[in-house]
Every structure is written in C-alpha cells, then in structure tokens.
C-alpha cells in the first residue's frame, strides 16, 4: 500500500498550492481520505478529509474557508486546494487515509512520506 504525496513548495503569504496523492496497491475508493500536518515543533494535526464518494468533506477550524479537499474521477487520488496561505500553515503534509472518517480525522491506518509546504512572510 502506497500513498504518494507531490505538489509542496515555498510560497508567499497570501499564496496558493495545491497538494496531489496517489493511492496504490488497494482498492482505495472503498476509503476515506484526508490530510494531516506537522508543523516544526509541534504534533500531527488533523487538516481535511473526504469520504469515499468525494462527497462530503471535513475541515480542521483553522483552515476551513481556505482549504478545499477533493477527491479525482477515479477516486484514488486526493487534492487539497489551499489558498490564502499563512506562515502558521508551514508544515510537513501528510496524505492520509482509513476506514471510515472517525478513523481518517483522528487515527489514519495509512499515511503517505510527506511534503513539505513552507510560507513566507
């Protein structure tokens, strides 16, 4: 089972990015799937999640309004939009994914390596 998270980078304040994973090695459309970070120094938090279908989507207070989560067509591949960037929102992202949303939002059974998103102020 793989998940493979690309599309971190530096960006400005104020910036976008849009974050792709690429699920393999399961049937990943029977799974919800999210996205976590750690920013330096602090613990893994809950970002967004989607459920299987793609069509509901869960936020963490601190991006909501700035963050949309979706999934792709063929429901293996998951994208975070994230706009309005801040310098709190530098962290390492991990693309994440589980059984049902009570275990995507809180303990993910599979979590991809990570991409690093780094905002300047």
């Known amino acids: 089972v793989q998940l493979q998270a690309s599309g971190g980078g530096l960006v400005q304040a104020g910036g976008s990015l849009r974050l792709s994973c690429a699920a393999s090695g399961r049937t990943f459309s029977n799974y919800h799937m999210g996205w976590f970070r750690q920013a330096p120094g602090k613990e893994r938090e809950f970002v967004a999640a989607?459920?299987?279908?793609?069509?509901?989507?869960y936020y963490a207070d601190s991006v909501k309004g700035r963050f949309t989560i979706s999934r792709g067509v063929a429901k293996n591949t998951v994208y975070l939009q994230m706009n309005s960037l801040k310098p709190e929102d530098t962290a390492v992202y991990y693309c994440?994914?589980?059984?049902?949303?009570?275990?995507?939002?809180?303990?993910?059974?599979?979590w991809g390596q990570g991409t690093l998103v780094t905002v300047s102020s």
């Open positions: 989607v459920g299987r279908s793609g069509g509901n989507a």
């Open positions: 994440v994914a589980g059984t049902s949303i009570v275990v995507v939002t809180s303990t993910p059974t599979d």
